[in-house]
């Protein structure tokens, strides 16, 4: 296997010479860590005024052709296997359990409409959603709760991870697919009521107006 670093290769052409340790640096973290890492944890190690996201794009142009890609996931990156040498893993996959209907519902519904309270996703849905469910979304690390909606009972507002964008291979929600493809898959058959609508496509760590933090629970 070609030296990513060698002679005529993407990072060589990277000059000065600090810039090309730079992002060995981050390659040796990316690697090394077990999860993905966010920007901010790799920038905490790197020396003062490195700018850590154009090397990790840099880095990313580079692995798009070999056996593993650098994958961006929220705000965090990761290096993952190439989509189309999956196949080659297939027996290292440990078998997991599906979800059933209304947990796979439930998801589609908070993936595309958070930050959403459990009323809410009973109104798309058109049934009662039983504590049940939710725990077993919270249980996959899929889905956390990001507050309280400012309204009478402060219901709880949830909303989806990077576990989950991680999963299903996305690099931010915006990334999703249509709700009509989601409709036409037989994963969402209600009607969706005025109002709800996908989420925009940058991230959703941060509170919006309608809610209030967690902090005192």
């Known amino acids: 296997m070609p030296d990513l670093f060698a002679s005529g290769s993407n990072v060589t052409s990277l000059s000065p010479e600090d810039r090309r340790l730079h992002l060995r640096m981050l390659e040796a973290m990316l690697f090394a860590s077990a999860k993905p890492m966010s920007e901010a944890e790799l920038a905490a190690k790197m020396p ?8 990790l794009h840099e880095l990313q142009t580079a692995y798009a052709s070999r056996g593993v890609n650098l994958r961006r ?9 190439a989509s189309d040498l999956g196949f080659l893993l ?4 440990v078998e997991e359990r ?10 589609a519904i908070i993936a595309y409409h958070q930050p959403v309270t459990r009323a809410e ?3 798309v849905r058109g ?3 039983s504590k049940g469910t939710l725990d077993v979304l919270l249980e996959t690390g899929w889905v956390r ?8 009972g402060r219901p709880l507002t949830f909303g989806t991870t990077n576990e989950f964008l991680d999963h299903f291979g996305l690099a931010a929600i915006g990334d999703l697919p249509g709700l009509l493809d989601l409709k036409a898959a037989g994963l969402l058959n209600a009607n969706i009521p ?14 919006r107006d309608d809610e209030e933090p967690l902090d005192g629970d």
């Open 194 to 207: 005025p109002g709800f609508e996908a989420p925009p496509a940058f991230g959703s760590e941060a509170l």
């Open 127 to 129: 049934v009662s959603t």
């Open 48 to 55: 003062e005024g490195v700018t850590v996201d154009v090397l």
């Open 145 to 152: 709760p990001r507050g309280r909606r400012r309204s009478p």
């Open 73 to 81: 996931i929220g705000d965090s990156w990761a290096f993952r296997t």
């Open 121 to 123: 996703i009973e109104e």
């Open 98 to 107: 599906k979800l059933s209907r209304a947990a796979m519902e439930t998801l």
């Open 90 to 93: 297939q027996e290292h996959k």
